[in-house]
């Protein structure tokens, strides 16, 4: 069924357009996926066809929704999964989730190594070490002092307000601790789904 394949294909690359430039996934597109497949299908193959493709839409969505429930994906995702499962079928839907969601694992490691407070001051240090080397510039032993200055201000004031907040801190802590990971890990989900669907077509049509 090379209608099939093309036509997803042209699928993924609207939802991933879509999902970078407008970070979500609208429901025309995740929904209007899931009907286009199961209708392709019966009219293809029948109640086989149409079988098919009904289990590759609950093989599909109802993974993604477990993750859902635990905060790992939007819905969007959820729905797009669904409409992959009932345009391919169980085993693809299954397989290209999986390398999605180790693509995204990889990913998030990648953003939060660039992004975390440790690479910046890594890099900072790095910017003023070849300031020094190329320019001869010695300012920065004052921003280096203005620095610890401003963290060793700073210290205090965090121990005083978690003195003052035992209880809510103790009730909120795993909150508290994920909210600054969650929002240097949120990036489109897309970014993991391209490759991890290009990685299964291409083990499924054994050019890997």
Known sequence: MVWMWGAFGLYICTAFAT??????????????????GLIGYLVALGWEGLTYSA???ACGFVPMLLL????????GDVKLFGAIGAMTGAAFALHAMAAALCMAGVIAVIVLAVRSDRAQRFARLN??????WLLRDWS?????????????????QVREQQKSEPQRRHGSEAA?????IDSRLRFP???????????????????L
């Open 19 to 36: 999902d970078i430039r407008k970070q979500v996934i609208p429901n025309w597109l995740t929904i209007g996926g899931m009907i286009a």
């Open 55 to 57: 289990a590759g839409l």
């Open 68 to 75: 859902y429930l635990l905060r790992g994906v939007g819905a």
């Open 127 to 132: 910017g003023l070490l070849l300031r020094v």
């Open 140 to 156: 920065w032993l004052r921003q280096l002092f203005r620095w610890k200055l401003a963290e060793r201000e700073h210290r205090p």
């Open 176 to 180: 508290i601790d994920a909210g600054p």
């Open 189 to 207: 989900f897309m970014w993991a789904v391209v490759p991890g669907v290009l990685y299964t077509y291409a083990v499924w049509m054994d050019w």
